[in-house]
T-cell receptor
Framework: GQNIDQPTEMTATEGAIVQINCTYQ??????LFWYQQHAGEAPTFLSY??LDGLEEKGRFSSFLSRSKGYSYLLLKELQMKDSASYLC??????????WGAGTKLIIKP | DGGITQSPKYLFRKEGQNVTLSCEQN?????MYWYRQDPGQGLRLIYY???????QKGDIAEGYSVSREKKESFPLTVTSAQKNPTAFYLC?????????????FGPGTRLTVL
């Protein structure tokens, strides 16, 4: 079957680094997305990985290992505004995204 | 400014009533999607459309209907046949169906059935 797993909630301290993991099982894998969603708002795009390796975008980086069915989102120099849910989504062969339930990240001062 | 809008932000309906959620985009995107988001669950696809006058069922289409008469608009009707309609509904658009195309989301409509 198709499945996405990510932790339900994580807590980190302002200024620190946090890594949010995502494991996936999808048929016809065509890439993995990370989105950020503040409470009650729309998800916004963070990254897309289709090849193995690390992609860096400012304070945010995303990693993919296709052989392991594994991705992570790395957030550096955490700010209070980074408190949000982070959604992992894997593509399948039917042009659809399979979404994880999201990881709620709580940033403490 | 280009973007995707949904209205209303909050919607209340009585059981047994149909209700239509609006979704409009001015990004000139071909593909549009409707998702449902429930607490503790990932987004679930209701319907999607890759071109005007064509749309496809997603994973949870039962009790919902859509139309795509214009490129810019993709309204969703929640019918009385939908057994548990209370949820947060998100509309999204993308340049095309190709999976590498980032999806842009509207602000969402929170529907509550009384």
């Amino acid at each position: 079957g198709q499945n996405i797993d990510q932790p339900t909630e994580m807590t980190a301290t302002e200024g620190a680094i946090v890594q949010i993991n995502c494991t996936y099982q999808t048929s016809g894998f065509n890439g993995l997305f990370w989105y950020q969603q503040h409470a009650g708002e729309a998800p916004t795009f963070l990254s897309y990985n289709v090849l193995d390796g690390l992609e860096e975008k400012g304070r945010f980086s995303s990693f993919l290992s296709r052989s392991k069915g594994y991705s992570y989102l790395l957030l550096k120099e955490l700010q209070m505004k980074d408190s949000a849910s982070y959604l992992c989504a894997s593509s399948d062969s039917n042009y659809q995204l399979i979404w994880g339930a999201g990881t709620k990240l709580i940033i403490k001062p | 400014d280009g973007g995707i809008t949904q209205s209303p932000k909050y919607l209340f309906r009585k059981e047994g009533q149909n209700v239509t959620l609006s979704c409009e985009q001015n990004l000139n995107h071909d593909a549009m999607y409707w998702y449902r988001q429930d607490p503790g669950q990932g987004l679930r696809l209701i319907y999607y459309s890759q071109i005007v006058n064509d749309f496809q069922k997603g994973d949870i289409a039962e009790g919902y209907s859509v139309s795509r008469e214009k490129k810019e608009s993709f309204p969703l009707t929640v019918t009385s046949a939908q057994k548990n309609p209370t949820a947060f509904y998100l509309c999204a658009s993308a340049r095309g169906l190709a999976i590498y195309n980032e999806q842009f989301f509207g602000p969402g409509t929170r529907l509550t059935v009384l």
